[in-house]
């Protein structure tokens, strides 16, 4: 039995990945070098963040490695290039992140992305990382027990501070 899903002439497909990958180069302006620099300008800024800094400094000793896994995604999710072969979700489901951290992840994104790069590369880089905001702020919140309705956010309760 023949599989849809099978891929008859790899040769043939990897052509076409290249090409796609190139098109969106040219549409874009957007390169590896383009891709250090948002990375390396963002996860700067992300360090120095009041609410988002301690989340990633209490996780991440060696940033070497995880700005290089950043930049492989960056590429996948920008240029379709596939080099990135991780699972974000499930890295995302312990942290104790809710919709106000994903909106100041974004808010330092969009700063970073329109300071950096050209306006075509900006807006492209934006709308993928508003996607991955929405679609992390989702995955979170179901594992969480929180089924949300079109427009809701996801906002950890608080215990309220009472006096001792």
């Not at 076409?16 to 302006?29: K, N, P, S």
């Not at 979170?140 to 929180?146: D, E, K, P, S, W």
């Not at 996801?154 to 215990?159: A, G, I, L, P």
Request: charged share 25%; aromatic share 8%; with cysteine.
């Amino acid at each position: 039995m023949e599989s849809r899903f099978r891929i008859e002439d790899p040769a043939g497909a990897a052509a076409r990945r290249e090409a796609a990958v190139q098109q969106l180069r040219d549409e874009t302006g957007i390169d590896e070098v383009m891709i250090d620099a948002l990375v390396e300008g963002f996860y700067a800024r992300v360090r120095n963040d009041a609410l988002i800094g301690p989340i990633f400094a209490a996780r991440i000793d060696d940033w070497g490695p995880h700005l290089a896994q950043m930049k492989l995604f960056w590429s996948s999710i920008a240029l379709s290039t596939g080099v990135y072969q991780g699972r974000p979700m499930p890295k995302h489901l312990p942290l104790p992140i809710d919709a106000r951290h994903f909106d100041r992840w974004l808010e330092l994104f969009v700063e970073t992305a329109q300071d950096l790069c050209p306006p075509v590369a900006a807006a492209h880089f934006i709308e993928r990382a508003r996607r991955i905001a929405v679609s992390l702020e989702l995955g979170i919140a179901t594992a969480n027990g929180v089924m949300l309705a079109k427009g809701e956010r996801f906002v950890r309760s608080t215990q309220a501070w009472t006096p001792e």
